[in-house]
């Protein structure tokens, strides 16, 4: 039985969907761009930990596009971060839906203005600013922004959004009659086929089975032919991906709908969800392999935590039962947004005489409705009640440090999903002196290389951080502020500038300050590039004052000051 917290979520949050006034027809947007839309992403793709939210639109491999407003409205928000959506900004329409434009180069003059005025006020360029209500006000098809590449962009384009203004839920863009060609159904790679408790099975055995599909003219069908042998409970899965016309990228796909001997059992649909919702794709999707292939396969199904609300139609779940002796048909009907369809058909066999065979079960289990502590020497990893997305089974050990490691080396096991963040602690009997507030927790990859840092707080010999995903974890301390080298002036956005590349090696900035002769000044930096930029503009004011000092910290305090003459 679903735990009641977790099923009052869910119904809270089915229910604020159900009442979302998506109606595409009642709307005229426009398109964001001049250029002819091709899309590099789409609505409801899988990324880590989330779900894509809009649309990324390619502008040509280059920054610089005009971006438009799609309605008349006014600017409701504006953000400028390191990472995520990097320059965004926001625009409520009287619809009843806000539009979004992200990863931006720059803004044009009249939210420029205002931005800039509010930094100054702050004294901070990274901001995030909500105007009144009409402030600045735009119409339909104003120039609002250049394109660019800020932010978690691992490219020049746009990301768009279209939200309902009063849940905050995105809605699928493409429902909106956007110019995008889609003639192409979408393909279906692999089945997964899940037995999902310790008397089910298949072909003999408890683990899941994987199967892969070959097109045959508009169907698809099993790569080797087969009939696949059930018993018991089980869950079905696939994979799939769709494509665009002009486009070679991989998107995600629009609805699944999975049928038994002709009836339909369960429903997926991408046509809005709650971001409250967004790490439930680690239920959604079968998380150990995809962390151990790269491989997406969706299940059609739903475990215990999930609470997505896209499943809009099953029968017990999705969870099918084989208990008698009979052959059967599984169908999948898979759509995009356009209505393309593509089909996958297998016949199965419930064999009540199957004799299952079942590997060593991983030593650790754990309660998905109860609080979990995973124990080894110097080590503790506790998940709270319903941070798992079902009952499982884990592993986790250790060995010794290796090159700058302040602690072992624990291993979590990766293709544990987690619904919450997990808090870690780690014994630090011999706390180096002077460097107690310098330790962080590192994650590596599975060849024990460096991948990023979390802080964290070290408390009497302890110390503790959250973690999101499993994996490898060891300790490490951090004892160099960031560099600041000053390069020779170049070109920004805003014109001739002066830059520098300031770089942190191990936890990334936390924060900087550029003061010309004592006074803050507006400075500009990109993660991607580790580039500070300065331009002259800003410094037209001040007199022609010389005396430039430059201050960066990071995220665990280490803190650097450089000093310059100005030369312009």
């Known amino acids: 039985m679903m735990h009641k917290s977790c099923l009052f979520l869910l119904l809270v949050t089915q229910s604020f969907l159900s009442d979302a006034q998506i109606h595409p027809d009642s709307t005229n947007f426009r398109a964001p761009v001049d250029i002819p839309m091709y899309l590099a992403g789409n609505f409801g793709e899988i990324r880590a930990n989330h779900f894509h939210a809009g649309l990324d639109i390619k502008t040509q491999g280059r920054e610089g596009h005009s971006v438009r407003a799609v309605e008349e409205g006014f600017v409701s928000r504006i953000k400028i971060a390191l990472g995520g959506y990097g320059k965004v900004v926001y625009i409520d329409h009287p619809n009843g839906y806000t539009s979004v434009y992200a990863h931006l180069q720059s803004f044009d003059d009249k939210i420029n203005s205002y931005l800039r005025k509010k930094q100054y006020e702050q004294e901070e360029f990274l901001v995030e600013l909500f105007p009144e209500n009409g402030e600045i006000q735009v119409k339909k098809g104003e120039l609002i922004a250049l394109s660019g590449n800020t932010g978690g962009s691992g490219g020049p384009h746009l990301h768009f959004e279209l939200r309902e203004t009063e849940s905050e839920f995105p809605v699928n863009p493409l429902l909106f009659g956007f110019n995008i060609r889609d003639s192409i159904a979408p393909r279906l790679l692999r089945i997964g086929v899940y037995p999902l408790n310790e008397v089910s099975g298949v072909n003999s055995k408890s683990s899941p089975l994987y199967l892969s599909l070959r097109r045959v003219g508009t169907k698809y069908v099993l790569e080797d032919a087969q009939v696949v042998k059930l018993k018991g409970k089980i869950g079905f899965g696939i994979e799939a991906r769709d494509y665009l016309n002009g486009s070679s990228n991989r998107n995600g796909i629009y609805s699944i709908e999975l049928e038994k001997d002709g009836k339909s059992v369960f429903q997926h649909e991408m046509r809005s969800f709650s971001f409250d919702e967004s790490i439930c794709i680690n239920s959604h999707v079968d998380y150990p392999y995809w962390q151990q292939s790269g491989k997406r396969v969706q299940r059609c199904y739903r475990q215990q935590g999930n609470t997505l609300s896209t499943y809009k139609h099953s029968i017990n779940d999705g969870q099918l039962f084989f208990l008698d002796s009979l052959p059967h048909q599984i169908r999948f009907r898979v759509k995009d947004s356009y209505g393309n369809e593509s089909e996958a058909t297998i016949e199965v066999q419930s064999d009540q005489e199957m004799l299952i065979s079942s590997p060593s079960p991983k030593a650790i289990a754990l309660t998905w409705q109860s609080v979990n502590e995973l124990e080894i020497e110097g080590f503790c990893m506790k998940i709270d009640s319903l941070g798992l997305f079902e009952d499982a089974r884990t592993s986790l050990d250790s060995r010794p440090a290796i090159g700058r490691a302040q602690s072992p080396i624990y291993s979590i096991d990766a293709g544990l999903a987690l619904a919450k963040y997990a808090h870690?602690?780690?014994?630090?009997?011999?706390?180096?002196?002077?460097?107690?507030?310098?330790?962080?927790?590192?994650?590596?990859?599975?060849?024990?290389?460096?991948?990023?840092?979390?802080t964290g707080e070290l408390i009497d010999g302890t110390f503790s951080a959250d973690i999101k995903k499993t994996g490898n974890y060891t300790l490490m301390i951090d004892s160099v502020g960031p560099s600041i080298q000053k390069l020779s002036d170049g070109n920004s956005p805003q014109g001739k500038s002066i830059r520098f590349l300031m770089k942190d090696k191990l936890n990334g900035l936390e924060g900087w300050r550029v003061e010309v002769h004592g006074k803050w000044v507006l400075s500009e930096y990109d993660r991607k590039s580790s580039l500070l930029s300065l331009a002259y503009i800003e410094l037209n004011a001040l007199n022609r004052e010389r005396k430039l000092r430059v201050w960066a910290a990071d995220e665990v305090g280490n803190e650097t000051e450089v000093s310059f003459s100005l030369n312009y």
Not at 424 to 444: C, H, M, Q, S, T
Request: proline residues 3%; aromatic residues 16%.
């Open 424 to 454: 870690v602690f780690i014994d630090v009997p011999n706390v180096k002196a002077g460097y107690e507030d310098k330790y962080f927790l590192a994650r590596l990859s599975s060849n024990m290389s460096f991948k990023g840092g979390i």
